[in-house]
């Protein structure tokens, strides 16, 4: 079977590009398979039209939504090697072997867990990435932001606009760094504490954080964690070859979204940091019109 696309990928992004391909009367393949970075979401937040919705509500209204484009095949199957070249790909899709003359990787990425003791267990729940998908719920509670050195640039804008949503915020160096002094003026003038010491482990029950543990024993309330930990590609995506950035995410042209290799599009938090439903799925649609015309023009 030739498919015009073949999208690794059926979140917000993946999703959000079929229907666009369809509704252009492309033939598409939609191959979803794998864990779903926001499996332990509850709700699905700052998404017009869809806020609160579950993410697995989300997938099945959307899901629905493809039916009527009857050029759009979804499947459950996982993608194990692409081989070919653009115009002309070959797709293991679960035990099939397909053709494609464009691939648009939707795959997310991977978030690694710290060796913390406890944030594997609130991963999701109460450790979580972005205010705007989980600071109203827990608006006026006492918030905590893990800092890492890697990400100490913009350490002060994102602990500074927590107080948006809470005035009790606190920001962890898990005692891994230490922050330049203008910084720790800047915060603490803003009216946020500080912690240097080493963190023991994260307390709570149930999914729910309830306090920071220090090495000394003390511990400080916190019932929402804001982390950002290391992330990393998906195999197939590190086995395709396609350029990354410093930070490890894909490469794509800013107009086209055309990755380094001729014929590999992109869309959705492979590509970037500014990780959220929405975002993920303007991307996608940005990806397939992108696609559509190059496809018009060849």
């Not at 939609?30 to 989300?58: I, K, M, Q, S, Y």
Request: some cysteine; hydrophobic content about 45%; overall charge neutral.
């Amino acid at each position: 079977m030739l498919y015009d696309v073949v999208i690794l990928g059926g979140g917000p992004a993946g999703l959000a590009a079929a229907l666009a391909l369809g509704r252009a009367r492309k033939q598409v393949l939609l191959c979803d398979a794998g864990p779903r970075r926001n499996a332990r979401a509850e709700h699905l937040h700052n998404f017009v039209t869809r806020d609160g919705a579950t993410p697995d509500e989300f997938r099945r209204v959307a899901r629905e939504q493809l039916r009527p484009y009857t050029s759009v095949v979804v499947q459950d199957v996982p993608v194990s090697g692409v081989t070919g070249a653009r115009g002309a790909f070959h797709v293991t899709a679960g035990a099939n072997l397909v053709e494609a003359r464009r691939l648009l990787l939707c795959t997310g990425m991977i978030d690694e867990m710290l060796p913390l003791d406890g944030f594997r267990e609130f991963w999701g729940y109460s450790v979580v990435q972005c205010p705007y998908c989980h600071g109203w719920e827990a608006r006026d509670r006492p918030w905590g932001f893990l800092a890492r050195a890697a990400h100490a640039s913009h350490l002060p804008m994102f602990a500074l606009q927590l107080r948006g949503w809470t005035r009790d915020v606190c920001v962890f160096t898990d005692g891994a760094f230490e922050l330049p002094e203008p910084v720790q003026t800047q915060l603490l003038a803003a009216g946020l504490r500080i912690e240097t010491a080493p963190i023991a482990r994260l307390v709570g029950r149930d999914h729910r954080l309830e306090a920071v543990e220090l090495s000394g024993g003390a511990r400080v309330a916190c019932e929402l964690l804001f982390a950002h930990p290391p992330q990393h590609q998906i195999d197939l995506v590190r086995a395709l070859g396609v350029a990354l950035d410093s930070d490890g995410f894909v490469q794509v042209d800013p107009m086209s979204r055309q990755t380094s290799i001729p014929g590999v599009f992109a869309a959705g938090d492979l590509t970037s940091r500014m990780q959220a439903a929405i975002a993920a799925a303007a991307s996608g649609v940005h990806a397939a019109s992108m696609i559509n015309v190059e496809l018009m023009l060849s």
